[in-house]
């Protein structure tokens, strides 16, 4: 268990609405995550974190916007839900510097309506 | 850039049959390489892994090798049981991005009791 957390679980919001979804570990790792998943495409890098107020783009971070103010969250923020950014969202943090492998949350699903 | 190919599925076996994913990968040197297993409703975990040709990832029954001589790194199991039923993803680094994986598009195995 790497203590990630993701809140919420699931969530319904309609299209233009903002939504924010949070990202909670709890042993101060450096690095973090956001992917969505979705049927077809597999698991697709939206943003990630290399410590507190670092971050860069991954494959498919267009509507999306990331903070990470304390080690331990890292929010996504959807500034305008589309359609589109309906999906599962898993949270990700790499333990350690050595090792590549990263260990995930349990996701939330979003449906925008 | 680093890349991965699997299997597609679905794939459907019985109880106790021989349970074999694919998984081929481009690659500059030799990176780390993974297998994640998601279970329904969850996150991905990591299942094992391999860091350099010829090593050989182990964990609740499945194996897969490392062979840089055919850019290989296939998923087995000699008897898989219902509980194995999830969907299987290859990983590997990044090209120049220790910090991000890219994935294969997954692979769903379904027993049958």
């Known amino acids: 268990d790497a203590g990630i957390t993701q809140s919420p679980r699931h969530k319904v919001t309609e299209t233009g609405t903002p939504v924010t979804l949070r990202c909670h570990q709890t042993e101060n790792h450096r690095y973090m995550y956001w992917y969505r998943q979705d049927p077809g495409h597999g698991l697709r890098l939206i943003h990630y974190s290399y410590g507190v107020k670092d971050t860069d783009k991954g494959e498919v971070s267009d509507g999306y916007s990331v903070s990470r103010s304390k080690t331990e969250d890292f929010l996504l923020t959807l500034e305008s839900a589309t359609s589109s950014q309906t999906s599962v969202y898993f949270c990700?943090?790499?333990?350690?510097?050595?090792?590549?492998?990263?260990?995930f949350g349990p996701g939330t699903r979003l449906t925008v309506t | 850039g680093n890349s991965v190919t699997q299997m597609e599925g679905p794939v459907t076996l019985s109880e106790e049959a021989f349970l074999t994913i694919n998984c081929t990968y481009t690659a500059t040197g030799y990176p780390s390489l993974f297998w994640y297993v998601q279970y329904p409703g969850e996150g991905l975990q990591l299942l094992l892994k391999?860091?350099?040709?010829?090593d050989k990832g182990s964990n609740k029954g499945f194996e897969a090798t490392y062979r840089k001589e055919t850019t290989s790194f296939h998923l087995e199991k000699g008897s898989v049981q219902v509980s194995d039923s999830a969907v299987y993803f290859c990983a590997l680094p990044v090209s120049g991005s220790a910090r991000q994986l890219t994935f294969g598009s997954g692979t769903q195995l379904t027993v049958l009791p």
């Open positions: 990700a943090i790499r333990i350690g510097t050595g090792e590549h492998e990263q260990y």
């Open positions: 391999a860091t350099k040709a010829d």
